[in-house]
């Protein structure tokens, strides 16, 4: 990585270079000398520091600025400081500009194919065969008596043009309006980054960008670097820095032996004091970005660059600088699309456009050739007349209209609305989920959360509150399940209780009011204080009083908290010159220490070793067993008389009254369980994953409802987590994991290895009939590689880290769990916005296609009309797209499953809807053409000529079919076949406007449009029939609702995921960790079968023996039903269900290890696949390195089993 910063300078702009001699400005050290300080590492560095400036100090005094004191916080010395070292900002990329968007919008080939035949016919139009000969040329020009008309020619070509430019500008204001958000996203998460510098002798929290060299910053763990600096003092700083290095072991600093950090690392222990050295652009991050190139010509470099040096590139990915590097990642990310893999759901959107394309083209090219063919036979062969030169600009023109007939057609097949919908339902999605709580950090983790089938989330702060809580309590000989009133406690037990919490805890903690409105009062200090002194306000008493008549300065001797002694111990001297101690502590360690405890009246009375094994046992482990902390209070008194030797701690704290017992927990967050319900029904495993013991885990998932009494589930510790999962080397083996993850819920004391690799497992896992879609939370600097490994991480937008929050999808701002329900809500609601707007489309488009191309076969001119055409396709991409996508999301959505990866997305249902709607639109369509004018009792406007003046039965037609296409849209609300398709209506006011809308354009279009968009316009009684067919679609589509979609087994689905064909050969080079579905499942299915016959006879052999020796050498299976002695022995578990004979053991044979299953009837909690339950033994070898439930003793019933195979 040296080599490549040393080069670093050639890259450089030369004015810099210039500037850099007469610069230094006052300072003792120029840029150059600086930058050239930093690219040293270790040894070199501290000998280059020690020669250049004697030591760090003299390094800061030839900066201007002290260790201790920082900078003086005066703005011109910083201003100076910002020019002569430059800004902590790495400039970001341009935006492009909206000439450059539109420009992108106009290379669409059909658009381009649209003007091109627009240009065309426009320059025909003025070309006018000349008058005499006209005759000659047969009736083609007929019609065009009237000049007027004839001169009109120009107008369709003008008005195709027009819409085309429509299309263009509304496509780049998307593009632009969504640049603009991400921008104003990004600059938001930039200036939410504080970073700790010392100025004035003061502790600042500063915006990063407002860092300068010279600063004396702070860093501690957690922080993610933002500028290059030298080590002034560190206590046990250890760094990592694989995001520069690519070293993976974390890098231990000193001011002595390796004094150099570097921006972009992260901080994993410890803390310090660094001088700012370099910054922004100067800095190592700002280098690479540098060498990157914000330009694109690198970008090819880059890439071949990356190929070859997979680890550097690898390692580059996680360096975003906290100042802006991050849209450039986000750029390169676009540079490289086949890295990343597309999005589940815009691979399916390619694939269905492609497909809908082809078939416009083929449309579009057999009507030209139809039309073409129907006029050169009438024309030539039927009439026999001779091509002569002066009619060829007629005839030319001719073929040109024919032309853009064939390329409306195409223009109405092609969805070119799908990429908008897309983009629109997400940037809605994007701006709503703010509200929620959600900050996306990346646009299609809003989309994969709608199907995701697996959480994996943190305890603490998350389904917790991350505040202790007293919630139960035993005092004057009553067990209290919830917080007892002041009058049930008698005045001596509350007084003593109130000052032995206020006096014998640190003074530095306390409870403030909330700084919010309806917030929680805040807790500062140490927590589980805080929660003894929130028992004190809880009781409707006050510690403040208390420790303001006995201040700090006045506690006689205090005997602080360490892990030996595991109490804390508080003298105060009492008014009659005795004195009294107050203790707190572990009950199990202090209830030994006490002989006496306090009645219901306030009195003593003697506590035996007797009545304090009936204690532990009716109060102590009751509450444990409901994953309490027990803390026991007490006191003592001593008389002025019988002074003790204070230094004898054992003597002093001993023979005390307990005062009470509480049982402190961190409380779940009340709309936590709902939450986890919501998520259960909606197909959604949740897995908690905690440091703390694997009690209080166990019962904290009990009160989540992440386990459920009566389930069959594991809880581990990290220890016995990493023993099932991993060989006799100790490498990890999926196959192993497979058994373990479907039925793991709780992972205890897990480290963070542990956590990344169960998500790892999980994803690449395919047990299942569809691989598993991860989300997972987290906070810590350690939650990183999970986060990233993770489809969608979350980080805790309180209590996360830079690195977290760098190193996740989506940030909740509020660290609640509901508000990932929410993002799983939104999320198929994406989905489901996109296939309503799909079941639109569709409708129109068939439509469309089918009239115009049965309209030009039959009558040589298509019914709708090119600029008709591109309005009705303005209002099917551009309008539907927002009216469709923006549909807010309800409920009802957390009551599936997810839809999975390979799910499509027309379902059968919408492809009823889809082709049912057509046929009432065609049948309408094709009946007002045929027989219209006998209906409406007007001329008939088939066969006319070429300017003709517009008809009203065409204009009938179209503004029928625009009618049709408004209340369609209502109908496409709705994809599941529910039957009220307005409800909710006016809860999305796009929607209604953009109807109203619509409708109110139709009118001007068609009164007013004139010979442009070829309508004539219509009597009241016309228009009262158009909207009468229009309201029919509604009618219509209760009768579709009615037909059952299972009888219509003909309907195929459309819009599968890419398969393994369509993918080019470098996106699959990218993809070979994702072996194709369909592949995977046949191979396994071979195997399977290989395997299930092979084993079949040993498997019924194996069962009898199995059951006729099982039950003699082990207890009945029925005495471990109960939930309590399961969770002792969460290793061995035998449902007692009727044995059906196991088909597959995937174990083999010469393992010494075979695991014997028998299918259980299918449990509430389909999704996770489990095949792994029910009989469940683990029988090893006694070579076997990690120990078994049952060794198997040679005589047992298990060897003879074993023996047998």
Known sequence: ??????????????????????????????????????????????????????????????????????????????????????????????????????????????????????????????????????????NVSAGAEDEG?????????????????????????????????????????EQEQKFTVIRNGQLLQVPVAALVVGDIAQVKYGDLLPADGVLIQGNDLKIDESSLTGESDHVRK?????????????????????????????????????????????????????????????????????????????????????????????????KLAVQIGKAGLVMSAVTVIILALYFVIETFVVDGRAW???????????????????????????????????TISLAYSVKKMMRDNNLVRHLDACETMGNATAICSDKTGTLTTNRMTVVQSYLGDTHYKEVPAPSALTPKILDLLVHAISINSAYTTKILPPEKEGALPRQVGNKTECALLGFVLDLKQDFQPVREQIPEDKLYKVYTFNSVRKSMSTVIRMPDSGFRLF???????????????????????????????????????????????????????????????WDNENEVVGDLTCIAVVGIEDPVRPEVPEAIRKCQRAGITVRMVTGDNINTARAIAAKCGIIQPGEDFLCLEGKEFNRRIRNEKGEIEQERLDKVWPKLRVLA???????????????????????????????????????????????????????????????????????????????????????????????????????????A??????????????????????????????????????????????????????????????????????TLLFVGELFFDIDSGRNAPLHSPPSEHYTIIFNTFVMMQLFNEINARKIH??????????????????????????????????????????????????????????????????????QLKCLKEAGHGPGKDEMTDEELAEGEEEIDHAERELRRGQILWFRGLNRIQTQIRVVKAFRSSLYEGLEKPESKTSIHNFMATPEFLINDYTHNIPLIDDTDVDENEERLRAPPPPSPNQNNNAIDSGVYLTTRGTKSATSSVFSSRPGSPLHSVETSL
Request: with cysteine; charged share 20%; hydrophobic share 40%.
């Open 749 to 855: 004391r897990s480290s963070p290895t542990d956590k990344h690799t169960l998500v790892k497992g999980i994803i690449d896992s395919n047990t299942g009939e569809q691989r598993q879609v991860v989300a997972v939370t987290g906070d810590g600097t350690n939650d990183g590689p999970a986060l990233k490994k993770a489809d969608v991480g979350f980080a805790m937008g309180i209590a996360g880290t830079d690195v977290a929050k760098e190193a996740s999808d989506i940030i909740l701002t509020d660290d609640n769990f509901t508000s990932i329900v929410k993002a799983v809500m939104w999320g198929r609601n994406v989905y489901d916005s996109i296939s309503k707007f799909l079941q639109f489309q569709l409708t129109v488009n068939v439509v469309a296609v089918i009239v115009a191309f049965t309209g």
């Open 388 to 422: 002569l030169a002066e009619c060829t600009p007629v005839y030319v023109q001719y073929f040109v209209k024919f032309f853009i007939i064939g390329v409306t057609v195409l223009v109405v097949a092609v969805p070119e609305g799908l990429p908008l919908a897309v």
């Open 857 to 926: 076969c039959i009558t040589q001119d298509s019914p709708l009309k090119a600029v008709q055409m591109l309005w009705v396709n303005l209002i099917m991409d551009t309008f539907a797209s927002l009216a469709l996508a923006t549909e807010p999301p309800t409920e009802s959505l957390l009551l599936r499953k997810p839809y999975g990866r390979d799910k499509p997305l027309i379902s059968r249902t919408m492809m009823k809807n889809i082709l049912g709607h057509a046929a009432y639109q065609l049948t309408t369509i094709f």
């Open 1 to 138: 990585m040296g080599d490549v910063a040393n080069s670093s300078i050639e890259f450089h702009p030369k004015p810099q270079q210039q500037r850099e001699a007469p610069h230094a400005g006052g300072f003792g050290c120029t840029l150059a000398e600086l930058r050239s300080l930093m690219e040293l590492r270790g040894a070199e560095a501290l000998q280059k520091v020690q020669e250049t400036y004697g030591d760090v100090g003299g390094l800061c005094r030839r900066l201007k600025t002290s260790p201790t004191e920082g900078l003086a916080d005066n703005t011109n010395d910083l201003e100076k400081r910002r020019q002569i070292y430059g800004q902590n900002f790495i400039p970001p990329k341009q935006p492009k500009t909206f000439l450059q968007l539109v420009w992108e919008a106009l290379q669409d080939v059909t658009l381009i194919i649209l003007e091109v035949a627009a240009i065309v016919s426009l320059g025909l139009s003025f070309y006018a065969p000349p008058g005499e000969e006209s005759e000659a040329c047969g």
């Open 583 to 645: 203790s707190k502590g572990a009950s199990e360690i202090l209830l030994k220490k006490c002989t006496n405890i306090l009645n219901s009246n306030g009195e003593l009375r003697s506590f035996r070793p007797r009545d304090r094994d009936d204690m532990v046992q009716k109060i102590i482990e009751p509450m444990a067993c409901d994953g309490l902390r027990t803390i026991c209070i007490a006191y003592r008194d001593f008389s002025a008389a019988q002074e003790p030797d």
């Open 977 to 1046: 076949g529910e039957r009220n398709v307005f409800h909710g209506i006016f809860g999305n006011p796009i929607f209604c406007t953009i109807v109203l809308g619509t409708f109110a354009i139709q009118i001007v279009i068609v009164q007013f449009g004139g010979k442009p968009f070829s309508c004539s316009p219509l009597s009241t009684e016309q228009w009262l029939w158009c909207l009468f067919v229009g309201v029919g679609e509604l009618v219509w589509g209760q009768v579709i609702a009615t037909i059952p979609t299972s």
């Open 254 to 350: 000193s001011a002595d032996k390796d004094p150099m950090l570097l921006s972009g690392t992260h901080v994993m222990e410890g803390s310090g004091r660094m001088v700012v050295t370099a910054v922004g652009v100067n800095s190592q991050t700002g280098i690479i970005f540098t060498l990157l190139g914000a330009g694109g010509e690198e970008e090819k470099k880059d890439k071949k660059a990356k190929k070859q040096d997979g680890a550097v590139a690898m390692e580059m990915q996680p360096l975003k600088s906290a100042e802006g590097g991050e849209t450039e990642e986000r750029e390169k990310k676009k540079a490289n699309v086949p890295k990343k893999e597309k999005s589940v759901l815009q691979g399916k959107l390619t």
């Open 149 to 189: 008309e004839a001169e009109a020619g120009w107008i369709e070509g003008a008005a195709i043009l027009l819409s085309v430019i429509c299309v263009v500008l509304v496509t780049a204001f998307n593009d632009w309006s969504k640049e603009k958000q991400f921008r104003g996203l990004q600059s938001r998460i």
